[in-house]
């Protein structure tokens, strides 16, 4: 059974028409892209998903609950996370608030001191950092805190919405390595990228948005070999 | 001696208007509008302080409990009814709605109660003389007790889930829901400590001067929205700051002859030197644009 499955979702932002009945699913234990250029929908269908932004039609089906009418903070108590577009870490908040933040929902119990410090193993830097406030920080290492961030409240799926945006190449690989990291320790991955080679070439899965309707699927591999996702999305 | 007695005069009337300067720029740091009818909650707080005074209890403590409860109610039920539905509207529709809010409660308690000023004596506590400083007691009173609720509210915002989920909120909406936040539950939790705070400003304003009528909360509602202002909206601490610079200006005017009937003036040219000076306010930050 699939861990979400996305039916026919359909979203408007007044009559602008952003989403057309967009339908795929994400199995427990995958990582699953969704490419597109810009303005095709990918961070529309993120956020509806997560309940940010309502959907006019459509089902959302996580772990066995109909979330389509939720309200975002009951969703991410369901064990949904996600690391918005351009990070949207609190800026006046330090490091180590901007995790307790993530864990808002938990104890602050032993498990949860554990679990900041295996943030901090995983993440170095916010360890050396973690009473700096967030707004001194590189984008590199906001991205590092906004993933650290969404990991603290311990989600079965991980939703990560460009995180490669605006990073340095040398960064941006080490994004993509430690999303692979997350995924072998368990965790579901639904990423949203324009950095289609990378992204496919960890990705089980993979969905070509294009102005609101999927309009390809397929495994990692079959995309990156797909001519039509070549000239559009890898520069020919 | 004549100074320091004005000053203290002036930190009283200021820690008036920063209680209910705090209820201004916490509702608009949280839910991003200007709640015009903040002032308006006063007014029904010292409504409910001449109930209790005329009744058989007729305790001024009881009174102030009674105020506190019925004004807290009256916020969240303002935010439910009138400004919950308008969430996502234009922030003119939202301002229109409270300035409408505003006059709603100030003509329900003119059916009510009429529209000759009541007299609400809570308790006459006469002065304190001590080397040669004449202090009257209500002074020291107002001003210990929003020492102490400040102090109080700065450490709630700071060191409870409660209120750095405020903090969150405050800062970035959607960031906030995707930690799990229930932004509705802040904003209702919001418009509770503000209003209750008004139901402190409106014990304290009935304590300096015991006349209430339905307009008791209209001018002290703008003054400390000015002061909110001044202090740089959305911040808590600009807010008191914001507050007690109004007051100790409006003290010191009032003493000077010439200028004293020009106090109200002086005040908001205060704030339009500052708008000028520092857009964002004392303490107020620069919001960055999010794309």
Redesign the interface.
């Known amino acids: 059974m699939a861990l979400l499955e996305v039916k026919d979702l359909e979203v408007y932002y007044g009559v602008i028409n952003a989403l057309k009945g967009v339908s795929f699913e994400v199995n427990e234990g995958e990582i699953v892209t969704l490419i597109g250029a810009n303005g095709a929908g990918k961070t529309t269908t993120m956020?509806s998903i997560?309940?940010?932004i309502p959907a006019r039609h459509g089902t959302v089906i996580y772990d066995g609950n109909d979330i389509s009418k939720m309200?975002?903070?009951k969703i991410?108590?369901l064990g949904m996370?996600?690391v918005?577009e351009?990070r949207?870490?609190?800026?006046?908040?330090t490091v180590y608030?901007n995790l307790?933040?993530?864990a808002?929902?938990r104890k602050q119990d032993n498990e949860f001191k554990a679990d900041i410090e295996r943030i901090y193993e995983r993440f170095p830097r916010l360890a050396e950092r973690k009473n700096q406030i967030a707004g001194t920080l590189s984008g590199g290492e906001q991205q590092m805190l906004a993933m650290g961030?969404?990991l603290m409240?311990k989600p079965k799926l991980l939703m990560l919405d460009e995180p490669s945006m605006g990073l340095s190449p040398l960064l941006v690989d080490q994004v993509f390595d430690i999303i692979k990291d997350i995924n072998k320790d368990g965790t579901t991955i639904l990423l949203v990228e324009q950095n289609a080679g990378k992204s496919l070439a960890i990705s089980d899965r993979a969905y070509v948005l294009e102005t609101g309707a999927i309009v390809l699927s397929g495994t990692g591999e079959e995309l990156s070999q797909s001519e039509k996702v070549k000239e559009a999305y890898l520069g020919g | 001696m004549e100074i320091i007695e004005t000053l203290l005069n002036g930190m009283s009337i200021g820690s008036t208007y920063a209680m209910i300067a705090l209820g201004y720029t916490m509702v608009y740091g949280i839910a991003k509008m200007l709640n015009f009818a903040h002032g308006d909650v006063i007014m029904v707080g010292g409504y409910m302080l001449f109930i209790t005074m005329a009744s058989a209890l007729s305790n001024p403590i009881i009174g102030l409990i009674f105020a506190v409860v019925v004004c807290m109610i009256l916020g969240i039920t303002i935010e439910k009814i009138a400004y919950k539905p308008l969430r996502g509207a234009s922030p003119l529709a939202v301002l229109i709605t409270a300035i409408g809010v505003s006059y709603l409660l100030q003509s329900t308690a003119q059916m009510i109660f009429g529209s000759a000023p009541k007299m609400v004596i809570l308790l006459d506590l006469g002065n304190i003389e001590f080397g040669g400083l004449k202090v009257p007691v209500y002074t020291l009173i107002t001003l210990g007790c929003s020492v102490v609720i400040m102090l109080v509210l700065s450490l709630f915002v700071k060191y409870t889930k409660t209120g750095r989920a405020m903090i969150a909120v405050s800062e970035d909406k959607g960031a906030a829901q995707l930690m799990g936040i229930n932004v509705n539950g802040i904003i209702t939790i919001t418009f509770a400590i503000g209003s209750a705070l008004a139901a402190f400003a409106g014990f304290f304003m009935l304590l300096k001067s015991p006349s209430l009528s339905n307009t008791l909360g209209a001018m002290p509602g703008i003054k400390a929205f000015t002061a909110a202002v001044i202090g740089g909206i959305g911040s808590i601490p600009g807010a008191m700051l914001g507050g007690l610079l109004m007051g100790v200006v409006e003290a010191i005017s009032f003493k000077i002859p010439v200028i004293a009937p020009y106090t109200d003036a002086i005040e908001f040219l205060i704030l339009i030197v500052i708008l000028l000076v520092r857009p964002s306010g004392i303490l107020g930050r620069k919001r960055r644009e999010k794309v």
């Open positions: 956020q997560i309940g940010l309200p975002c903070h991410v108590n996370s996600q918005p351009g949207r870490v609190f800026q006046e908040l608030e307790v933040m993530g808002y929902l961030r969404a409240s």
